[in-house]
């Protein structure tokens, strides 16, 4: 099989060195907040691109794909601006609020729309809601197997061979062509966007698609239709300041070993 | 009472602590039955283990078709068992396979799922869990609103329960569609044990970042002494001074240990994402200005290649 398309799903998630907030019905603040490509899709969008790269012979078409508020084209544009070829934006009122479930369908169904790739590449979790699992419950509904949280990629024809620290063991894992992927922080840097990427990405195609475009109900997804509903958020109150003592002599040694000693921890 | 359905998080056989803790969860909500996905020959001793820690029941299932074939094959197991069982919910360790093992049968199953719950609890006929988001910035509590509460409960959310249950054994014959045996391990190298606890189940973490220019020594042996897990910052792990699996934060190991003990470690808000919810917090910084000192329930300013060898001497002339 040779790869002609590779689908990167980027997500549009509020920026972490910010001051990230709930809205009033308990939904994270996507829209009053700064908010960013996911850091950790980034590392999807390179490994994208190496591929592509790593392959020039095939002809491959890199589409960043993101589910999110009008603000998440900055996400795509960001894809865009690293290297991809074209970018898709699934947007509509209807979907705010959705959980993994709904955005995995979302992400299924967008992806049948535009044709179904040989590979779709994920991050290791959004930044905001950290699951990790959209990833898995895309290759659940797509029917593809998935390769999961690479610190190492290799493909070779229609062979995909990844390396990843799993819970109990290092492992080697290989899967067959068309599949889902997905990405960590150790497969390698990504990229910043150059100046020629900047302008290039001016010019590249960006396609906008309501609910209603993908053949998904607007019944089927957003707060009201989530499997799990918030009951409620507290924000944890902050950390009480604690003693700092300076070492001098040997005095910072004496006064752990008694703070650990009350606290029962010797 | 509903059968609650706990999926036995075990290597080749030996049953991993969460397991216990899940057990312990199940019995507030209903009768726990496990699930045992391995080896025949090793169904025995974990049904046994189990057993002692409440489960009522235990499915078996024989991995010999599956094994290496990652987590589709277990989500096919778990529905199969779902649909027979018509569980009270259904949890699973939130590891990464779990929660990958959960995401899949939550689509299966039309059912909603929670992932990373730090504790569940059952309020009149609600099951209420709790999930630390945003790095620990908010606590949020939540529930399942259709089909059967599949919850991934993150290690430490429980104390395990020893008390013996029924422990019937049921051998289960699932079957498993060709669709789910595709992606494969093809290696594995099993992790060699470092002779202390497993980082996320510690009830306390030593770790050391970049300023232990690359010498654990005085880390290591402070969790020695203190009975404690190794940790490390991204920054030490990308010098290559401890493997990733030692990483604690956003895209390591997140932990929440009674005591966390940061040495050399300024305190980035991508690691305080690991550690933040501990419930003590000791830092050992040569800088005063360090953040990690913002979170710290005691913090000392000094070397740790002084102050922390002197620490475990004393705590080893105490132990006597
Ligand atoms: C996408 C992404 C994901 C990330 N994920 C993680 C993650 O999961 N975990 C993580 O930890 N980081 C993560 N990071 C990196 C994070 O931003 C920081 O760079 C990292 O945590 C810094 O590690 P450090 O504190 O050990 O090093 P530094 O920030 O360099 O701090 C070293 C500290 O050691 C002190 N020091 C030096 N010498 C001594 C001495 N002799 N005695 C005492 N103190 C001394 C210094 O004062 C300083 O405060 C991530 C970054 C990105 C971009
Ligand atoms: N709304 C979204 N749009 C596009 N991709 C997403 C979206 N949500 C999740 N993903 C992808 O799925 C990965 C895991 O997300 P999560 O399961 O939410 O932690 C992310 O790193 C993205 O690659």
């Known amino acids: ?266 | 009472m509903s059968e609650v359905l706990v999926l036995v998080d075990h290597v080749d056989g030996a049953v991993r602590k969460p397991t216990y803790e899940l057990l312990a969860i199940a019995k507030r909500i209903g009768e726990p039955s496990a699930v045992f996905i391995g080896g025949a020959d090793k169904a025995a001793a974990a049904a046994d283990a189990v057993k002692a820690y409440g489960a009522e029941k235990v499915y078996v299932v024989d991995d010999a078709e599956i094994k290496g074939y990652l987590v589709a094959p277990k989500a096919e197991v778990l529905q199969q068992i779902a649909a027979a069982a018509s569980p009270a919910a259904i949890l699973i360790p939130a590891s990464a396979e779990g929660k990958e093992i959960a995401g899949r049968l939550a689509i299966k199953l039309e059912s909603g799922l929670i992932t990373d719950a730090v504790d569940v609890q059952v309020n009149g006929s609600d099951i209420v869990t709790t999930q630390s988001v945003f790095a620990g910035n908010f606590t949020v509590e939540a529930k399942v609103t259709q089909g059967t509460p599949i919850i991934a409960v993150k290690p430490n959310a429980a104390a395990p329960e020893e008390g013996a249950g029924a422990g019937a054994v049921e051998e289960f014959a699932a079957t498993i569609s060709d669709a789910a045996k595709t992606a494969q391990i093809v290696a594995a190298q099993p992790r060699q044990s470092t002779g202390r606890p497993e980082l996320t189940e510690a009830a306390i973490v030593v770790s050391g970042g970049r300023g232990t220019g690359g010498d654990f020594t005085a880390v290591e042996g402070l969790a020695d002494a203190l009975g404690a897990a190794v940790g490390a910052s991204r920054a030490a792990v990308d010098s290559g001074w401890k493997p990733h699996t030692f990483q604690v934060g956003q895209t390591g190991k997140v932990v929440s240990p009674q005591l966390y003990v940061a040495n050399g470690i300024s305190g980035a808000i991508q690691h305080r994402a690991g550690m933040q919810t501990s419930k003590t917090i000791v830092a050992v910084n040569k800088d005063e200005e360090a953040p990690i000192f913002e979170l710290v329930d005691f913090g000392v300013v000094g070397d740790l290649h002084a102050v922390l060898p002197a620490v475990t001497a004393e705590i080893e002339k105490r132990k006597g």
């Open chain 1, 1 to 266: 099989m040779t790869l002609s398309n590779i689908v990167v799903l980027v997500k549009y998630v509020p920026d972490a060195t910010g001051d990230r907030k709930f809205e009033a019905d308990n939904t994270v603040d996507r829209v009053g907040v700064d908010g960013l490509l996911s850091e950790l899709d980034e590392y999807a969008v390179e490994q994208a691109l190496q591929i592509k790269e790593k392959r020039a012979d095939e002809e491959i078409t890199v589409t960043a794909l993101t589910v999110g508020p009008a603000e998440a084209e900055t996400a795509v544009r960001k894809a865009l601006q690293m290297g991809a070829d074209k970018a898709v934006h699934v947007s509509d009122e209807a979907i705010a609020g959705s959980d993994a479930v709904a955005t995995s369908l979302v992400l299924a169904k967008a992806i049948e729309k535009i044709g179904v790739p040989e590979l779709i590449v994920g991050g290791l979790a959004s930044t905001d809601g950290g699951l990790s699992v959209v990833p898995a419950m895309l290759s659940e509904r797509l029917g593809l197997p998935q390769v999961t949280l690479a610190a190492v990629v290799e493909t070779q024809g229609d062979q995909v061979r990844i390396k990843r620290d799993g819970d109990t063991a290092t492992e080697v894992i290989g899967g067959t062509l068309p599949l889902v992927l997905s990405v960590t922080d150790q497969s390698g840097e990504a990229r910043y966007p150059s100046f020629k990427g900047i302008m290039a990405a001016k010019k590249k195609p960006l396609e906008t698609l309501s609910l209603s475009d993908i053949g998904v109900d607007a019944g089927q997804v957003g707060l009201d239709a989530a499997w799990t509903s918030v009951e409620s958020v507290t924000a944890r109150p902050p950390r009480t300041a604690g003693e700092i003592v300076k070492d001098e002599d040997g005095s910072g040694a004496t006064a752990l070993v008694e703070f650990l000693a009350s606290k029962k921890f010797i």
